[in-house]
């Protein structure tokens, strides 16, 4: 639902009074709480919601620090507002472009000179988020949760100050606290320019105009979804990469996915560091960058610099050295798994949630579902714990690649190379063949270890939607066994996964041939 500011204004004086007076504090007499939650992204949200909804007096704080060039949003957090939905939205819309190409060869008389419209295209996009902002606010209302628009910081264990944008004060006392803020983009202050001419994430979905001649520094997955929807809307895209795309994946899936942009277009600078950004006259950006296989400093003239290089926790402001709580110096994120609580902090009533918690993956669903199970615990009387394991994730690129468990690395330094198996198959999607696209790209593997699926990786279309489902089978116990002989739904992408037979072992052609 896209809803406009006179809509929202119209909604807004049909609310109850006490739900429009949401934004500012509340007028709440009692300052005392069961659950203080210092963060309002998914996971705060998911964990505010569960404990309220389970009778308890529950307040969410929720402030967002703008982004280097002034960028802010409303309450949802990352994936909200600038992460998994406007970047799936823009994705869709770059796979709706090469659906626009295809369709000629499926009859269809397209013009050639179909383009996008970046004005409109953004103001979609940004409306849809402003509604699901709204959304949030509403559902708090609904489901009793106390939301306050401050900066929250504790003053000790049970105690949390929270400063609004005027730099009013107000304490809470709570037998509770999680810690939800999550973690922002990282810009290189030690580069002359960046920080003063350079966007992330935080600011691209926020554009009102293409950005243009885009570099994009870096290769997390970050860098190669904005990447490649920014080559997929037709605009002129070059990522720069230090040392290999996707380091964090598995490797052969990476370089798989980072040929075929390359080969639609998507230019890479393999082994270059930016040096220095500056200004011409014209308002473009000056780019000097080092080739560090020769050595060499280069130039380049772009509209627009984004780096991707990394996501640092947002813990400054919010005193943990001053309560104790312990955090991971290397990764400043915070230390969970005390008392065999994954969630818990080393001091007793605090907790740790999302991708401010150390070494847990950095997901939305993963926060949201330990945001629940959290409150479940604290209140509810459960004993359940998050399973971290077999956690499924996909990386939208133009192929898009989807995984559930272990990459071929891990399998083979855990078990050893001669005790896996890896199945493997090349495949060529039906949707592909009309338009003659290329399918050199699209792959399955299946990592095992005797009947044990260790890992599933495919790259194609819908591959989120693939593996989906498999990670489900995967968490119930299904084994290889079971998989592979499993009736396929023909014809798919998915049905190439229970037809895999071939292993690397053998050395066969693992391509697919005929149905």
């Known amino acids: 639902m896209i809803v406009n500011k006179h809509c929202r204004a119209l909604l807004f004086k049909r609310l109850p009074k006490h739900c429009r007076q949401l934004k500012y504090f509340s007028s709440s007499s009692s300052d005392e709480y069961d659950l203080v939650v210092i963060g309002g992204g998914s996971g705060g949200l998911a964990c505010a919601k569960a404990a309220s909804q389970l009778d308890k007096k529950v307040a969410v704080l929720d402030f967002v620090t703008p982004s280097t060039q002034g960028t802010t949003w409303g309450l949802g957090g990352t994936c909200v507002n600038v992460g998994c939905i406007p970047k799936k ?6 796979l709706l472009g090469q659906a626009v190409k295809d369709a000629r060869a499926y009859g269809w008389n397209v013009s050639d000179q179909v383009q996008n419209d970046w004005a409109t295209l953004s103001t979609a996009v940004q409306s849809h988020v402003k509604s699901l902002n709204w959304g949030h606010r509403v559902q708090l209302h609904n489901k009793g949760v106390e939301y306050i628009n401050g900066l929250g910081s504790f003053v000790d264990a049970k105690t949390v100050k929270v400063t609004d944008q005027n730099g009013k004060e107000r304490h809470l006392r709570t037998k509770h ?41 870096g290769a997390s997955y970050i860098a190669l979804e904005c990447g490649g929807f920014l080559n997929g809307l037709g605009i002129d895209t070059t990522i720069m990469v230090r040392s290999r795309p996707l380091r964090q994946f598995d490797q052969q899936m990476a370089g798989l996915v980072a040929d075929y ?50 996501r640092h926790a947002v813990i400054k402001n919010i005193n943990l050295e001053g309560i104790g709580v312990k955090i991971d110096e290397g990764a400043q994120k915070i ?18 949630i999302g991708d401010i918690l150390h070494r847990r993956p950095e997901l939305t669903p993963v926060a949201i579902m ?87 990786h ?58």
Request: hydrophobic share 40%.
């Open 177 to 217: 606290a999680v810690i939800a803020v999550g973690v922002k983009p990282y810009i290189p202050s030690e580069i002359p320019g960046a920080l003063e001419y350079a966007i992330s994430s935080d600011d691209l979905f926020w554009l009102k105009k293409s950005p243009g001649k885009t570099l994009m520094v």
């Open 370 to 456: 330990a945001g629940q199970m959290l409150a479940e615990r604290l209140f509810g009387g459960s004993q359940l714990q998050m399973n971290y394991d077999l956690v499924p994730t996909t990386v939208f690129t133009p192929l898009e690649y989807g995984v559930v468990g272990m990459s071929e690395e891990e399998a083979t330094s855990k078990y050893g190379k001669d005790s896996i198996e890896v199945y493997h198959a090349f495949y060529t999607p039906l949707e592909f063949v009309v338009p003659q696209r290329k399918a050199s790209h699209c792959y399955i593997k299946a990592v095992c270890f005797e009947d044990r699926v260790l890992g599933l």
């Open 89 to 94: 939205l823009m994705h869709h819309a770059a």
């Open 261 to 310: 942009m390359e080969s639609e277009g998507t230019r890479f600078l393999k082994t270059c560091v930016p040096v220095s950004i500056d200004k011409n006259r014209e308002g473009q950006l000056v780019v000097k960058y080092e080739d560090l296989s020769n050595r060499q400093i280069q130039e380049e003239i772009f509209d627009t610099v984004m780096f991707a290089t990394g």
């Open 458 to 515: 495919l790259i194609g279309p819908n591959a989120g939607e693939v593996i989906q489902g498999f990670s489900v089978a995967l968490r119930c116990g299904a084994t290889w066994s079971g998989i592979s002989r499993s009736v396929g739904i023909h014809p798919t992408s998915a049905e190439e996964v229970v037809k895999l037979h071939i292993t690397k072992r053998s050395g066969l052609d693992p391509t697919v041939t005929g149905c």
């Open 335 to 352: 230390i969970g798994d005390h008392d065999n609580d994954h969630e818990r902090t080393n001091v007793p009533n605090i907790y740790a």
